[in-house]
């Protein structure tokens, strides 16, 4: 195959491991590219294309995650990850691993590692790399990588839930939950709520959000309800989808365009979280994206002409 071909056959993988590790589409789209220029730029042809691009995405990856760090200790609110619609890359043998840790908790998760940890840990316990290919990739002797996944499987572990919803569970959940949600039944969404449901946004500073997270069942339904009828004001419609492996929605402007996404964890037969991401620069890739602040200041005006 021709150096073009060889790539492309692996950039679904590339891409993936890359997102794992940044927890951003858009950085991790650069960092695929760079790693493809990197390849065609080198005179010489590896033994192991997929070992070379795989440890050279991880290291770019790793570069350029000690970089946000910086940034993300600035941001302002909530930092979640960016929303990923479907996952480029399959692999039956390993389709639990790679489900389980595209969610946007396994991200979060994630986040509390170094960037070491976690480079080791997606590589590793997530895509199945040896530890020797693990090794190469990072820098590091083998002896350290295994320390490294040590430590950081302790830390997924501790902040992973006991019990964990399985698809088919969480589907049906989802689908009593936004038809609860469309007709703003308050009753209807609280008994899907656990008693301690969290309802957290990301808006960056750069969009309307709520000023903190909303706690418990009572507050968290009766908020959505509200919500609901805001957004009927203004025509704004959602469709249910799944986002990053979780049942979520998408929500739209009356344009089309997109306004933010909701993504649902589900939790001993409840809805445990709720996280909702409408900062523009994390939706972009999602198609165009709807001035929220335009929709605020329209649902303010009607506000104040109702009587």
């Not at 760079?34 to 440890?55: H, V």
């Not at 302002?76 to 480029?88: A, I, K, N």
């Not at 808006?203 to 903190?212: E, M, N, S, T």
Request: charged share 30%; glycine share 8%.
């Amino acid at each position: 195959m021709s150096k073009v071909e060889e790539f492309e056959e692996l950039r679904p993988l590339l891409f993936s491991i890359a997102y794992r590790i940044l927890g951003s589409v858009s950085e991790a789209e650069d960092v695929v590219q760079e790693t493809w220029l990197r390849f065609d730029g080198s005179a010489t042809r590896p033994t192991s294309t997929k070992s070379f691009l795989s440890a050279t995405v991880t290291r770019l990856s790793i570069d350029v995650l000690r970089s946000a760090r910086v940034r993300r200790e600035e941001y302002v609110g909530p930092w979640f990850p960016e929303p990923l619609l479907s996952d480029p890359y399959e692999d039956p043998a390993r389709a639990a691993e790679l489900a389980d840790s595209v969610s946007m908790a396994a991200l979060l998760l994630l986040e509390r590692l170094s960037p070491l940890e976690r480079s080791v840990f997606v590589l590793r316990e997530v895509f199945g790399f040896g530890f020797d290919e693990v090794a190469e990739a990072v820098g590091r002797s083998e002896a350290a990588c295994r320390q490294l996944l040590v430590r950081a499987r302790q830390h997924m572990r501790a902040g992973r839930p006991r019990f964990e919803a399985d698809r088919q569970e969480r589907q049906e959940l989802a689908t009593r939950f936004f038809d609860a949600f469309r007709d703003g039944d308050v009753v209807g969404l609280r008994e899907l709520l656990a008693a301690d449901v969290s309802l957290a946004g990301d808006g960056g500073g750069k969009a309307p959000q709520l000023a903190r997270s909303v706690v418990g069942a009572e507050n968290v339904a009766r908020l959505l309800a509200s919500v609901l009828q805001l957004m009927a004001r203004v025509e704004v419609t959602f469709e249910p989808q799944e986002i990053n492996g979780r049942p979520g929605a998408v929500f739209r402007d009356r344009d089309g365009k997109v306004l933010h996404i909701l993504v649902l964890e589900v939790l001993g037969g409840r809805i445990q979280t709720i996280r909702s991401v409408i900062n523009p620069d994390k939706l972009g890739h999602l198609g165009p994206v709807a001035d929220a602040w335009a929709l605020d200041r329209e649902v303010k005006q009607g506000r104040r002409r109702t009587p």
